[in-house]
């Protein structure tokens, strides 16, 4: 049995990748910041507590969870801020779980997947990556940062017969990711002088047109993780797919 690791199962993307494994007879590892009963119990999962931006946590997890065939880095926020209203703290903290967490996590299981040979790494990052948008600045470069990451690593790891490949889904109202970016972006201000920006970007953002389904982007994993001749960028949603051309 293939066992998939999952990096904030607790909601949204990483919670419908976990569903979706499960369905379809993996062992699931769904790791969270505080673990809940999201998922009911059932003999194939394993839910383990895991923040991505300590390295105790990391360490625990990746003991805990023994040989990982999958990682999908999925932990993430982000939030609409002009750069001028962020403090560094905040700009760094969205780079600490987004970008290094990202990292940290590859880092952690990359050993055991080059010691069997086998082994995918799923980073989800997003098709803002692949627009240019205004008060998005710090979270397209955070996530930019790992395609770019992505990119060099599935050269660099090949050979060890490891794949790596970057999942893009575009906007999902659907998932907790609007309401808990404000919530962890308080007090990164948009100045008065950004404030019809932020307006029409918002209304852009929250208007009309195709969105993404969490359950699109689990099968977007899915691809990645089981088809050898998967492409090392998969658009997730059909608004993504339309941006990726
Ligand atoms: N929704 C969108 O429009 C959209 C579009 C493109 C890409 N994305 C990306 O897709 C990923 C999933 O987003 P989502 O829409 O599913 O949002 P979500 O519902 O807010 O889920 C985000 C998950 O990340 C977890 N997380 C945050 N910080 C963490 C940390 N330091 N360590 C471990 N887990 C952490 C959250 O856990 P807690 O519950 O503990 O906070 C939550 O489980 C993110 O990387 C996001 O940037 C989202």
Redesign the pocket.
Known sequence: MQTILI????????LATAKLFLARGWRVVAT???PNDVLPAQPNLTVLP????DAGSIAAAVAAAGPVDVLVN?????GLAAVEGMDMGQLRAMFE??TF?TFAMTKAVLPQMRARGAGVVVN?T??VTLLTVPLLSVYKASKAAVNAFGECLAEEVAPFGIRVVTVL????PG???GE?SRARMTGAEIPEAYGAMAQALFANLTGPGPV?E?EEVAEAVWRAATDPAAPLRIAAGADAVALMG
């Open positions: 990096t904030g199962s607790s909601s949204g993307f990483g969270m910041r505080r895991l923040d991505v931006t999925n932990a993430g926020f982000g779980t987004n967490g989800v997003s098709s889904p575009g906007r999902a998932t907790r990711f808990a993404t969490a």
